[in-house]
């Protein structure tokens, strides 16, 4: 009781006290982001900060044949695309001819020599569009992207998409909830190939990893 009394007569000093601590985290969490937004952009041709952090543009090898831009999202990679013409529209990173990505476009039946066919892919996680640089004319390309500064990224300074033989389309929105929309409202996209790539970085989106997840992935395969 004699504790109560003493800080009702006196409330002041922790009031003081109690503001002025709040103020300091304050202040100190708005210098800390705006020196990670500088350390960011340093050296970078482009820096963009958004909902989901800084994205920022880099250029590598300048004056050589491997010249390439890359974008990053703080300090993980979400792709590259070489400028020379002769590398221009070569699948970069782990989309490379001899990864996953390319051993499921070499072995789908749609691509065989004899029987060849127009495919609908669709790609969860859009980066810098590399797996547009597989699209041929007459392919349906749908990628489905959360952050909207990606795409803008994406269509300049990279070309993968502008350059793009197949006819592609970029969601916008959280992807699952937007494959879900999707089957409620126009059934199954009938996907030949469907990729899933949200994964790059410490943050692993969970909700694209459980049962009901790969239930309606599977629902909206051919």
């Known amino acids: 009781?004699?504790?109560?009394?003493?800080?009702?007569?006196?409330?002041?000093?922790?009031?003081?006290?109690?503001?002025?601590v709040s103020l300091a985290l304050f202040l100190g969490l708005v210098?800390?982001?705006q020196s990670h937004y500088s350390t960011s952009k340093r050296g970078s041709l482009s820096s963009t900060r958004g909902?989901?952090?800084v994205l920022s543009v880099y250029e590598e090898n300048a004056l050589t044949d491997d010249y390439f831009l890359a974008l990053y999202h703080g300090r993980i990679s979400h792709g590259r695309q070489y400028?020379?013409?002769?590398?221009?529209?070569?699948?970069?990173?782990?989309?490379?001819w001899e990864g996953g990505i390319g051993?499921?476009?070499?072995?789908h039946p749609s691509r065989s020599d004899t029987q060849p066919a127009?495919?609908?892919?669709?790609?969860?996680?859009?980066?810098?569009?590399t797996i547009a640089a597989y699209g041929r004319e007459g392919d349906r390309i749908r990628f489905y992207e959360i952050n909207p500064q990606v795409e803008t990224l994406a269509?300049?300074?990279?070309?993968?998409l502008e350059e793009c033989q197949a006819e592609?389309?970029?969601?916008?929105?959280?992807?699952?909830?937007?494959?879900?929309?999707?089957?409620?409202?126009?059934?199954?996209?009938?996907?030949?190939?469907?990729?899933?790539d949200a994964f790059s970085g410490d943050s692993i989106p969970i909700h694209l990893l459980t049962r009901e997840a790969f239930d309606l992935y599977f629902q909206h395969l051919a």
């Not at 009781?1 to 503001?19: D, M, N």
């Not at 051993?103 to 072995?107: I, Q």
């Not at 389309?169 to 494959?179: F, M, P």
């Not at 059934?187 to 469907?194: A, C, E, K, N, T």
């Open 83 to 96: 400028l020379d013409d002769k590398y221009r529209d070569l699948p970069t990173t782990y989309y490379n």
């Open 51 to 53: 909902f989901y952090g």
């Open 155 to 160: 269509r300049d300074p990279f070309t993968f």
């Open 31 to 33: 210098f800390g982001l």
């Open 168 to 196: 592609e389309t970029v969601v916008i929105g959280d992807a699952r909830i937007s494959l879900e929309n999707e089957l409620s409202t126009e059934g199954s996209q009938q996907f030949d190939l469907l990729v899933v």
């Open 118 to 129: 127009p495919m609908h892919i669709g790609v969860v996680g859009l980066g810098v569009g």
């Open 103 to 107: 051993a499921a476009f070499t072995c």
């Open 1 to 20: 009781l004699e504790s109560l009394r003493w800080l009702k007569r006196k409330p002041a000093p922790y009031f003081v006290i109690g503001t002025g």
